[in-house]
Structure formats: C-alpha cells, structure tokens
C-alpha cells in the first residue's frame, strides 16, 4: 500500500500494482506500507483519496495461472505445496507456525500441481481455472475466500476487490453475509469506499488523468520518467487470451466475475 497524506491506493493482486505504486513514488512524497493489505482505520481522514486498480477478469485469471507455473505466489504455494517441503520448513525457530502449515497442507495438492505444469498449456489453464470455482477444491484456495459465503456465487477476483476495496483492516468478517449476487451488487455500492480505479489495460493514461483531477503536482518530466520504468511481476506466458480459453471457460468467469465485468464494462476474450 503506497500512503500519502492526500491519497491511499491499495494494491489488488496481478493488476500492475507494483508498478503504480513506483510510479506513484515518482510523483507524491508517501511511504509504503505492506502489500496487497486492507485500509486500516486511521487512514481514513478527511481529504484523502483512496485509489485502487483493476484489470480485466478474463485477463486477471491467465496472469494469476501464469505467474503461479513460474513458482511464483502465495496461491500456488499454498495450493500446490509439495510434501516434500515439510523438509524445508522452520521447525526450530518457528514450530507453531510451521506445524499449522503442514495441518493445512492442501487436501488435492497433487491436482494442484498438475495444472501448473506449463504456462502455454490451455488445457492446464482450463482445468484449473474449474478448480478454482469447484466447491471441492475451493477449501485448498484459504485467504477468508474459502470460508466466505460468496464463494457459491463468486471468484476470488470478487472476493478481494470486496475485501480490500469495501472493508477496514480486521472487518473482513462483513462480507460473510454476503451469499446472492444482488447482495454482492448492494455492498459494493454501499460500502465500496475507493473513489478512482486504475485499469491495468490503460494503467498509464489512467494515472495521470486521476493525478491531473486531483491537481496533484504533475510535470511533463514526470511522465516522461514513468513511461521509462519497466514493468514489473508478469508471468511468462506469451500467447493470447484466445489460446487459453474455449466458450466453457469464458462463460465461467462471466458468471463468477460478474460485479467486477458490469461495473468496469468489460468484454470477453474473441475466440
């Protein structure tokens, strides 16, 4: 989480959050603060903007999947830890932590790590991205998600954008009431407490714009120094949406993403 006193932005996972918050170093003087963490109370004074950042869920799925075939992330390594990693753990210096991680080693972690065997692989995509929405599977997944009522009706992409962008620190417990779409779409409005969004598909343009409305101090050099940072955190994966996805699966995400695709008006892959 990148904090100034006239802006909050909040980093939702796999929508360039990385790089926002550089480009955001490069222009306000703030300081960072955890990553992909909720709001916490105090920071919620008078005149200060929250922003957050959102990508296309189509998009958002093949990323998350991509990054986790290159071993990266908690969800892959939470899902998907091998047995022999109770080999690799802190018994010494940290045994209860250690011990809860190997109680809540995965029930079908072997699953797990057949469909994150390559990331240019659609049928592994798409037989990952049904376990990830699979009542069956949904328990591996943790991070509230998996105890959270709305996992009947939604993806993980819905649960996080609520948690981060809908509750404080520590009232995540709220959004266990939730368990209808219209309830999802009634939170959201009522609760949702970030004001601008960043689009990773316009991640630049939006930037600057939201900057510009705000009257933050914003020269033409520091535009021409954030279109010279290198992106940062992207999976592997070269092929296009299209390779990844048949009309089972688009028809997936549309059903499971369905407040984040309306509000954000966005469109699936053409196959």
């Known amino acids: 989480m990148f904090i100034s006193d006239r802006l909050v932005f909040i980093e939702l ?54 990054f986790g075939c290159d071993g990266n992330g908690g969800l892959r390594q939470r899902v998907a830890m091998p047995s022999s990693g109770i080999r690799g753990l802190k018994w010494r210096t940290a045994p209860a932590s250690s011990l809860i991680r190997v109680l809540k080693r995965p029930k079908n972690e072997r699953a797990w790590q057949s469909v994150y065997r ?19 599977y949904i328990g591996d997944i943790g991070e509230g998600y998996s105890d959270c009522a709305l996992r009947h009706v939604a993806g993980l992409l819905t649960y996080r954008y609520l948690k981060l962008f809908s509750t404080r620190g520590g009232e995540e417990e709220r959004l266990n009431d939730l368990s209808t779409k219209p309830q999802i779409d009634e939170w959201d409005a009522a609760q949702t407490f970030v004001e601008a969004f960043i689009r990773m598909e316009s991640l630049e343009a939006d930037m600057f714009r939201i900057l510009d409305d705000h009257a933050f101090d914003f020269t033409e050099e520091h535009q021409s120094r954030i279109r010279s940072l290198p992106k940062t955190n992207a999976s592997s994966r070269q092929r296009k949406l299209s390779h990844y996805y048949d009309p089972d699966t688009v028809a997936l995400v549309a059903e499971r993403e369905q407040l984040i695709i309306n509000k954000f008006s966005y469109t699936p892959p053409d196959l």
């Open 13 to 66: 996972h796999k929508t360039g959050c990385t790089h926002i918050r550089k480009v955001l170093s490069e222009v306000i003087e703030g300081v960072i603060s955890g990553k992909h963490n909720q709001a916490t109370p105090d920071l919620f004074t008078e005149g200060r903007l929250f922003v957050g950042s959102i990508r296309n869920p189509w998009d958002w799925y093949v990323s998350l999947w991509g």
């Open 118 to 136: 390559n990331s240019d692989d659609p049928g592994a995509f798409r037989d990952w991205l049904h376990m990830m929405h699979d009542q069956a």
